[in-house]
């Protein structure tokens, strides 16, 4: 399962507000549907959307548009993922919009499968990993980053056991990591999103394992509720880790500077279709927090696994 495809000079994006109900593919044939199916999250997750992006600038260069404005329209899209903006810039700077995108499509997998060998060394047969929200497939062209640890774990025959968060308020966890692990027959169980600092307690999670928008040097910025995991998570010295490619790092920034997204009201006004709460209830609906350095184990990049106290020299010699 690919989440996209270049085909015939259009983007073919799996549909990701339709799971798990319904696999169907939005067609993107222009810049402009590639930054519909970015804000309204057809498309998501950091590398998905990175990659997505550089198909849409590959589409503005077809079109023959300028393509510095194509690249301000498409960095205006979402904020906090700065793989779209390292995605946009890479483009612009290349010779060929098309050939560079497609490059990144599959330096992408490669990224994910050397996550996934890296990750996977941290591991215990055994093992039952936590994750939160969707770093899987689905938020990559394939294969994942932290679930892609989870995946060569699973192929390696270490009998893992895998725990999703459902990530309200648009169930990442729930529609669409339990959907993709199901599909590879990985052994998953859903969990609401409180009841993951009680299966800490209990001693029934053995590691956590998420995936980032930013990593910087200071610490991560990823999706809502990663703070509090990562803080139950060292309360009960469950260790926890970061897996993301070295295209999800800043360098130029302090991680508390990063632009935090703000989404609609009615995300969380309103569950399944059904609304939850009085009309006109006021909403605050931050999509992501930040985890701070110090409740990191450690980084899984394709380079290999950083821990924490080596962290700050290995990020200054990437630059
Ligand atoms: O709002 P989303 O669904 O785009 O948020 C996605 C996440 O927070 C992921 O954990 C992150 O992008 C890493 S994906 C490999």
Same mark, same amino acid.
């Given at each position: ?15 990701? +507000? ?92 490669? +990224? ?10 941290l ?28 995946? +060569? ?54 590691k956590v394992v ?20 990562a803080?139950?998570a060292k309360?009960?010295h469950i260790p926890f880790y970061v ?15 990063? +632009? ?33 350095k110090d409740l990191i184990s450690g980084i899984i990049?394709?380079?290999?696994i950083?821990k924490m ?11």
């Amino acid at each position: 399962m690919k989440t996209m495809e270049w085909k015939d000079n259009k983007l073919i994006l799996i549909d990701q +507000t339709k799971l798990p109900d319904e696999l169907a593919y939005f067609i993107c044939k222009t810049y402009e549907d590639v930054i519909i199916a970015i804000k309204t999250m057809v498309v998501r997750g950091a590398p998905a959307i990175g990659v997505a992006a550089a198909f849409g600038m590959a589409l503005g260069y077809l079109a023959d548009e300028d393509l510095d404005l194509v690249a301000d329209e498409i960095k205006s899209s979402r904020p906090t993922a700065i793989n779209l903006f390292w995605a946009v810039d890479r483009v612009l700077n290349s010779n060929n919009p098309v050939e560079e995108a497609k490059k990144m499509y599959v330096e992408d997998i490669e +990224t994910n499968l050397a996550i996934g060998r890296h990750g996977a060394e941290l591991i215990a047969k055994g093992d039952t990993i936590l994750t939160h929200c969707n770093a899987g497939a689905l938020a990559c062209v394939d294969y994942g980053t932290a679930l892609g640890v989870v995946r +060569t774990a699973h192929n390696q025959n270490k009998d893992i056991n895998v725990i999703c968060d459902e990530t309200r308020p648009l169930g990442q966890g729930a529609r669409l990591s339990v959907w993709e692990l199901q599909q590879d027959g990985i052994p998953v169980k859903l969990i609401p999103d409180v009841a993951s600092g009680y299966l800490m307690m209990e001693g029934k999670i053995d590691k956590v394992v998420i995936g980032a928008d930013r990593v910087a040097y200071d610490g991560i910025a990823n999706k809502i509720g990663s703070f509090l995991v990562a803080l139950a998570a060292k309360r009960f010295h469950i260790p926890f880790y970061v897996a993301a490619p070295l295209s999800t790092f800043d360098h130029e920034i302090s991680i508390y500077d990063t +632009t935090i997204e703000e989404r609609g009201a009615e995300e969380v006004l309103y569950y399944g279709g059904c609304r939850i709460a009085p009309k006109d209830t006021e909403v605050i609906n931050p999509a992501f927090d930040i985890v701070p350095k110090d409740l990191i184990s450690g980084i899984i990049t394709e380079k290999g696994i950083v821990k924490m106290d080596k962290f700050k020299e290995f990020f200054i010699n990437l630059k």
